[in-house]
């Protein structure tokens, strides 16, 4: 299969690409969409592009430094959803394949540098403890609201086992890290959050 050549974004728009093409993909089953991309239709390629956009784009942020990053990564991730959508499985949720593609896209994007500093900052990390217990009242939007404030390491670690469902043993691979270090680092992010939420640290 040929690499698409419809000309991704290179700054991100205006408004939502998905409400630009609504009135071309209303009444377009996704499964028919799916189904013409696999047949290698640019014109579908693109349409499913931009119906997906925006939560391609939410997930992406949630691992990005800023937009840009977030883009670049978006755009990345749905190259490969294009040259691999052969193997996508019909049978399972197309948003859930997508976002394990953009995730992994975005953690390729970094895992370099987080890496480093999983090596350079475990020794600081305080032991798992009591204050590291999970967070019951923070609902999903608090959370992404307050992931900003969270070193890169633990805002990563933090999204990938508490909102992507990954467990310590994937997130070690993904991110070349000890088990313990994403234990550890997953103990911090939360303690942090429960500081911020107490307000028992406001500069953090």
């Known amino acids: 299969m040929s690499l698409i050549t419809f000309t991704f974004p290179q700054r991100e728009y205006t408004t939502n690409p998905s409400e630009q093409l609504m009135h071309l993909t209303k009444g377009i089953a996704e499964s028919e969409l799916i189904s013409q991309c696999k047949k290698g239709s640019l014109k579908y390629q693109e349409l499913l592009y931009k119906q ?3 939560y391609a784009m939410g997930v992406s942020l949630r691992y990005s430094i800023n937009r840009d990053d977030a883009l670049e990564v978006v755009n990345d991730a749905f190259i490969k959803v294009f040259n691999a959508i ?17 995730v992994n896209t975005a953690i390729d994007q970094r895992r370099k540098g987080l890496k480093f500093m999983a090596n350079t900052d475990i020794d600081e990390a305080p032991p798992i403890g009591q204050g590291a217990t999970v967070i019951g009242k923070m609902n999903a939007q608090d959370i992404l609201n307050l992931l900003n404030l969270l070193p890169e390491i633990q805002s990563t670690i933090f999204n990938l086992y508490e909102i992507d469902g990954y467990n310590h043993d994937e997130i ?33």
């Open 52 to 54: 997906f956009y925006g």
């Open 86 to 102: 052969h193997t996508y499985n019909d049978d399972k949720p197309f948003k859930a394949w997508l976002r394990t593609v953009v």
């Open 172 to 204: 070690s691979k993904m991110l070349d890290i000890p088990v313990s270090s994403s234990r550890v680092y997953l103990s911090r992010a939360k303690e942090k959050l429960r500081k911020i939420l107490s307000k028992e640290e406001p500069n953090l």
